[in-house]
């Protein structure tokens, strides 16, 4: 129960953070869209993989509640099962691989080792884990195989992810000289 506080401040930032870089991203990519919910550019993506690394478990708490309001909400308001679904693995995706790089990569907590090359891979690895594991559970459900999307989800979530961590990198490396434990080494 320790800093539970600081906890519920984390799953809620990324509550707010993701809904919003969805809202910005439909705003602006929303021309892009392949199917409804798979995007050529999603900038989401980047979010759960920022929220991830920074807030780990409660990023991923966040994660999984602002998935579960936009799918059953906004993106399959007539399908449970795909929102249920859904939710649940673009949720694990980004915490799978967040739990891969501290054990395989040697990534610390304070991400002081995060390197821009491994944040590169990071959000490679991120995106191809979202797009099989999303395509490994319609398979499981019997909902069909969609290369076309595996591709277009893994693309919209690589660049998406991308735009999203290296901007947050140059804010990062834009703020004055006291630099927040959180800054992504170059």
């Given at each position: 129960?320790?800093?539970?506080?600081l906890?519920?401040?984390?799953?809620?930032?990324?509550?707010?953070?993701?809904?919003?870089?969805?809202?910005?991203?439909?705003?602006?990519?929303?021309?892009l869209?392949?199917?409804?919910?798979?995007?050529?550019?999603?900038?989401?993506?980047?979010?759960?993989?920022?929220?991830t690394?920074l807030?780990?478990?409660?990023?991923?708490v966040?994660?999984?509640?602002?998935?579960?309001?936009?799918?059953?909400?906004?993106?399959?308001?007539?399908?449970?099962?795909?929102?249920?679904?859904?939710?649940?693995?673009?949720?694990?995706?980004?915490?799978?691989?967040?739990?891969?790089?501290?054990?395989?990569?040697?990534?610390?907590?304070?991400?002081?080792?995060?390197?821009?090359?491994?944040?590169?891979?990071?959000?490679?690895?991120?995106?191809?884990?979202n797009?099989?594991?999303?395509?490994?559970?319609?398979?499981?459900l019997?909902?069909?195989?969609?290369?076309?999307?595996?591709?277009?989800?893994?693309?919209?979530?690589?660049?998406?992810?991308?735009?999203?961590?290296?901007?947050?990198?140059?804010?990062?490396?834009?703020?004055?000289?006291?630099?927040?434990?959180?800054?992504?080494?170059?």
């Amino acid at each position: 129960m320790k800093n539970i506080g600081l906890r519920c401040a984390m799953v809620m930032a990324t509550v707010v953070i993701f809904v919003l870089m969805l809202v910005l991203n439909e705003w602006i990519f929303g021309s892009l869209s392949f199917v409804h919910g798979v995007n050529w550019i999603y900038l989401p993506a980047g979010v759960r993989l920022l929220c991830t690394l920074l807030f780990a478990g409660a990023g991923a708490v966040g994660l999984l509640i602002a998935s579960w309001l936009v799918c059953f909400f906004y993106f399959f308001p007539d399908d449970i099962v795909r929102a249920l679904y859904g939710s649940i693995v673009a949720t694990l995706a980004p915490y799978l691989v967040y739990l891969a790089a501290r054990r395989w990569m040697g990534l610390e907590k304070s991400l002081n080792n995060l390197t821009t090359s491994r944040l590169l891979v990071l959000s490679l690895l991120y995106a191809a884990g979202n797009a099989l594991l999303h395509q490994a559970v319609s398979l499981l459900l019997r909902r069909g195989l969609y290369l076309d999307r595996v591709f277009v989800l893994m693309v919209g979530d690589v660049l998406g992810t991308l735009i999203v961590l290296y901007a947050a990198k140059l804010v990062l490396k834009l703020l004055p000289t006291r630099r927040s434990t959180y800054e992504l080494k170059s």
